[in-house]
């Protein structure tokens, strides 16, 4: 058996389909030309003259198609003129006949398939820009989506529900993201999506059933190795599985989630800095959210549940879990458990009145906000964090005016995006939540002082000869560039320029919060974290020899030879001069 | 204030307004364009691409190319005019004399591109 694609599907499909109409339209025309060339014509001279083929034809094609010029090239005789009648019902028959199996053609679900298939294939072949395969467009996909296209990143999109790509078809993206209804588990559709292409940067598997995003990733690790792949898990069995693999990142979005509770509870200046380097609404640098100490009540013990509380644990915060068939023995001795529905009753026999807060964990939108309701009512000081499952429930999440709302797909979300755009920053979050609190402290107050109150702009660079000419030319030809020099700023020199440099990603290794004296190298990757006008200012910098000799010396040097061997001359003589000088003591 | 900027930027501007002298006028009539300016305005012309040889930033690219077509103009309106003066002088002919004065036309759209560039630079470094 051969092996087909989806081209040649199509031009099965249209065979196919048109291979009746044709043949009908085959032999009305010969019918009809021929029977056109026998007929004899008008008598001229006594002999009775005959239509040629060549004319026969012509004839023809002007009737069938009704388009009618009349009697060319001579006037007809009675016997063609009869004829000509025949041709034409015929003729335009055959026409309407071919003309609306076409019409079925393009209407036919298969065709359209086909040929959207073929399409995307060369819409994602004839791609250059670097892109992502995002395979499943749910919450999270959508979300990631809008993010990638907020950092101008491609994304090719695969889903297999059809109502999810029709509702990609409607969304404004500032780059283009064609996507296809199509199974990302069958290779032949991720190799279509361009798992293969040179541009692809990475591949994410997001679809909600957990074995296809193993078979996903598994089969991208068959067809392209080097790719590098991230594939939401949420269960331990594949989990295991997956970061057997290299080149895979497994993202649970239960992890992160309770990872965020966790910092928010206990590492606040963390959460704090996390929250503003993503850019949520209303986080302002500096400005911490205020967690009392002391027990924590833990409404829902499922997945989620279970994370939080090992999490919490893990760091000496004490739990009390409300869930209604929670297992005693699976939680751990010496844990408060109260099996219930998380209402009223239930809150008071947890202690709500000395509680520091509650988690409303639950899957059920409804049940998380009715938890808040009540615990508003019982203990109003109580911190309250609460899960929000569905972004159909933004308005009321937004009215009950909970503490903290987490909302689990878009946490997942921003992760990845963090991993795809600028893995250094999720690097230095994890690198600080190692580390004592003072640290990201002390990082929070630098930060403050360089951005002042402007949102972040994250975005790193790195030094090799298309993005930062002038820098790798100055290196390379011995000489030394620190890290504060660069950020100096050329219209008001020796001022700084308002950004931070975060981490620098050198050789494989990364330095976290590097020295402003430290020398950079060839090849190093930097991270910044600016207001959003510097990151022109600080390009023109690495892009333009003379700006960066500016903010090395603060000295303007000059561009053309003439003033440049004229400005040698001048110093070579003033050096004379000194030497001169000093030698007469 | 930076000795190099004054002295380029002086023969690029005298550039243009030598261009414009010697443009201005009837395109036909031989009597309103002189000959002597339009030599200067090669001269200067000249000095200004000098000056910005071995320039390695992209707006020295850009004024080194606008100077050379400026420059090239020049010297192809110059040379129709020596062609184009008759044996006892007095300037040459209507025809040729239009020829001339469109010619020099482009130079100066060429030079006021370059000091476009230079004012735009200038004011965007702002130092």
């Keep these: 058996m051969t092996q087909t694609s989806d081209l040649d599907r199509v031009s099965m499909i249209v065979l196919r389909y048109m291979r009746r109409p044709l043949f009908a339209l085959l032999l009305v025309y010969s019918v009809g030309i021929v029977g056109m060339a026998l007929m004899p014509g008008k008598v001229v001279d006594g002999e009775t003259t005959r239509m040629d083929l060549f004319h026969a034809f012509y004839f023809f094609t002007y009737t069938a198609t009704t388009t009618g010029f009349g009697e060319l090239p001579n006037g007809f005789s009675d016997e063609q003129r009869l004829w000509t009648i025949f041709c034409l019902y015929t003729g335009v028959f055959a026409w309407f006949y071919a003309i609306g199996s076409l019409i079925g053609l393009v209407q036919n679900p298969h065709f359209i398939q086909a040929m959207d298939g073929v399409r995307f294939a060369q819409k994602v072949e004839r791609n250059k820009d670097p892109f992502v395969i995002l395979c499943g467009f749910g919450d999270t996909g959508s979300l990631l989506a809008r993010g990638l296209s907020d950092h101008r990143m491609r994304a090719v999109i695969l889903d297999a529900d059809p109502e999810r790509i029709k509702a990609l078809g409607v969304r404004d993206y500032t780059v283009a993201m064609p996507g296809i209804r199509a199974d990302a588990g069958a290779p032949k559709h991720l190799m279509s999506a361009g798992v293969k292409h040179p541009a692809c940067r990475a591949l994410v598997a997001l679809t909600n059933d957990d074995d296809v995003n193993l078979k996903i990733a598994v089969m991208a690790r068959h067809l392209n190795p080097r790719l590098r792949v991230i594939c939401r898990s949420t269960s331990a069995r594949h989990e295991a599985n997956l970061r057997a693999l290299d080149n895979v990142t497994v993202v649970d979005p239960f992890e992160i989630f309770a990872q965020l509770v966790y910092w928010a509870i206990a590492r606040p200046e963390l959460h704090n800095l996390n929250a503003w380097f993503v850019g949520s609404r209303g986080v302002e640098l500096g400005v911490p959210v205020q967690v009392p100490r002391g027990d924590w009540i833990l409404c829902g013990y499922g997945r989620m549940g279970h994370w939080i509380q090992g999490c919490l644990q893990a760091h000496g915060v004490g739990v009390r879990i409300i869930d209604p068939d929670v297992n005693a023995r699976e939680v751990g001795e010496g844990t408060v458990i109260v099996e219930a529905h998380a209402d009223h009753a239930a809150l008071l026999t947890a202690g709500i009145e000395d509680a520091a807060g509650v988690v409303a964990a639950t899957n059920r939108d409804s049940d998380n906000l009715s938890t808040l309701l009540s615990v508003t009512e019982l203990n109003p000081a109580a911190f309250r964090i609460v899960r929000h499952n569905s972004h159909e429930n933004q308005v009321a999440f937004d009215a009950a005016r909970a503490d903290l709302v987490l909302q689990h797909s878009l946490t997942t979300a921003r992760r990845i995006l963090k991993l795809l755009i600028s893995p250094l920053v999720q690097e230095l979050i994890d690198w600080l939540a190692e580390r004592e609190p003072a640290l990201t402290n002390e990082l929070v107050v630098r930060l403050q002082a360089a951005m002042g109150s402007e949102p972040p702009h994250l975005w790193s660079v790195r030094l090799f000869a298309d993005e930062a000419p002038a820098v790798t030319e100055y290196l390379d030809a011995g000489g030394e560039v620190a890290l504060g020099v660069l950020c100096r700023d050329a219209d008001a020199f020796p001022e700084a320029l308002s950004c931070e440099a975060l981490a620098i990603r050198r050789a494989g290794a990364s330095i976290m919060l590097p020295n402003k004296e430290s020398p950079l190298q060839v090849d190093d990757e930097i991270l910044f974290c600016s207001v959003h006008r510097v990151e022109p200012k600080l390009r023109a910098t690495l892009h333009n020899p003379y700006t960066l000799r500016y903010v090395l010396t603060g000295v303007d040097e000059s561009r053309g030879y003439l003033f440049a061997w004229l400005e040698g001359r001048l110093r070579w003589r003033r050096d004379d001069d000194d030497n001169g000088r000093r030698r007469r003591p | ?127």
């Design chain 2, 1 to 127: 204030m930076n000795f190099e900027r004054v002295v380029f930027g002086f023969f690029i501007v005298l550039t243009l307004s030598l261009n414009v002298a010697f443009v201005a006028g009837g395109v036909e009539t031989a009597e309103h364009h002189n000959v002597w300016i339009l030599t200067f305005a090669i001269i200067v012309n000249l000095v200004a691409i000098g000056l910005k040889l071995g320039d390695r930033s992209q707006t020295g690219a850009l004024l080194l190319a606008s100077g050379l077509v400026a420059g090239l103009l020049l010297i192809a309106a110059r040379v129709v005019w020596i062609v184009a003066e008759p044996a006892g002088g007095g300037g040459p002919g209507p025809g040729d004399m239009a020829d001339i004065v469109s010619i020099a036309s482009g130079a100066l759209v060429a030079n006021i591109i370059a000091t476009a560039i230079l004012v735009g630079d200038t004011l965007l470094s702002r130092r």
